[in-house]
């Protein structure tokens, strides 16, 4: 059975630095695409980073461009989530997602974690 299981998430001050972890299981994800969205109280969705299956190119949306780095280490099977400079905005729930059938930045991905809460106070 495939399992994405993120963590690291956590409250902290606007300013602050979190790093997220998404271990994959049940498969090896080494040749897919990952990719991490967020999803705040009544809005949709959104994107926030990719990376591809070999981590030479990285995505990322606007709102986190220069803040955040996404990076992947597929002998742990793992993708990460640096986040630098956090901004009370940046609340959401942060999810895992492999392998997309679209682009990068679509929510077509086949598997996906159960997400890690992260909140940034001012």
Same mark, same amino acid.
Request: hydrophobic share 35%; with cysteine; glycine share 10%.
């Given at each position: 059975q495939v399992q994405l299981v993120e963590s690291g998430g956590g #409250?902290?001050? !606007? %300013? &602050? +630095? #979190? /790093? #997220? +972890? =998404? !271990? !994959? *299981? %049940?498969?090896t994800f080494s040749s897919v695409a990952m990719a991490w969205f967020r999803q705040a109280p009544g809005k949709e969705r959104e994107f926030v980073a990719a990376v591809s299956w070999s981590g030479s $190119?990285?995505?990322y949306a606007d709102s986190v461009k220069g /803040?955040?780095?996404? *990076? $992947? &280490?597929n002998v742990k099977n793992t993708v990460y989530l640096q986040m630098n400079s956090l901004k009370p905005e940046d609340t959401a $729930?942060?999810? =895992? !997602?492999a392998d997309n059938i679209g682009t990068y930045a679509s929510v077509s991905y086949r598997h996906w974690g159960q997400g890690t809460q992260v909140t940034v106070s001012s």
């Amino acid at each position: 059975q495939v399992q994405l299981v993120e963590s690291g998430g956590g #409250l902290v001050q !606007a %300013g &602050d +630095s #979190l /790093r #997220l +972890s =998404c !271990a !994959a *299981s %049940g498969r090896t994800f080494s040749s897919v695409a990952m990719a991490w969205f967020r999803q705040a109280p009544g809005k949709e969705r959104e994107f926030v980073a990719a990376v591809s299956w070999s981590g030479s $190119r990285t995505y990322y949306a606007d709102s986190v461009k220069g /803040r955040f780095t996404v *990076s $992947r &280490d597929n002998v742990k099977n793992t993708v990460y989530l640096q986040m630098n400079s956090l901004k009370p905005e940046d609340t959401a $729930r942060y999810y =895992c !997602a492999a392998d997309n059938i679209g682009t990068y930045a679509s929510v077509s991905y086949r598997h996906w974690g159960q997400g890690t809460q992260v909140t940034v106070s001012s």
